[in-house]
């Protein structure tokens, strides 16, 4: 597995200082009596990016505002995309990837794709954004494959620091929270028979952002969950289940 996570994470790494810690969790709106443990589904970032500039926003619509400024890039076109635009007003399921070269991130494309059929018949639109361009994004998109209109590019991670996500070197190579990709080796070897390196970020301070999932019904956020480490990724069941749950505005 060493070879595998030499290839996730090339030598030259540039840190950042640490961040301040906030805590705070995700409310529930409108939700079925039965949902997934809350304590697994909302977790909060304790490294804070310097672009968020304050506690990362959570529960109502405080993240939708948030996000008004943020433009990705669609993998299959280059174009420019509001992120807002692409679900609003329906459901959406936000999934970050790390980035398009982390064999983890080829697992959980893998696992979305699988899933996507179940998304849509909740009523909620999947989609799925990593760190680099839309070229690098289309050799994941090739290589899986990927829906390559559900699949978009943050170069500048702005999604993520408005979301609050980790990043840093610590989470990326010391969480314990990593340690789970060893129950997941032979997921990880069936999604990346086509796995290439060429996927990472020019910029090697995208190789230490940590991903995360998020739900919206329309402008309202419902669930954040933010990975913890490498390839700790979100429940995609529990996820499913509050989609069923929680119909769409």
Known sequence: MATAVSLCLPRVLHTSAPRPSFHRRVSVQGAGATLPDARRLCRRSSAVSAAAGASPPE??????????????????TGDVVPLRDLWDPSEGVVALLRHFGCFCCWELASDLKKSMPKFESAGAKLIAIGVGTSDKARILADGLPFPVDSLYADPERKAYDVLGLYHGLGRTLFSPASSKIYSRLDSIKEATKNYKLKGTPADLTGIMQQGGMFVFRGKELLYAWRDEGTGDHAPLDDFLGICRQVPAA
């Open 59 to 76: 529960a109502g619509t405080a993240a939708w505002d948030s996000l008004g400024g943020v433009s990705v890039f669609a993998a299959g």
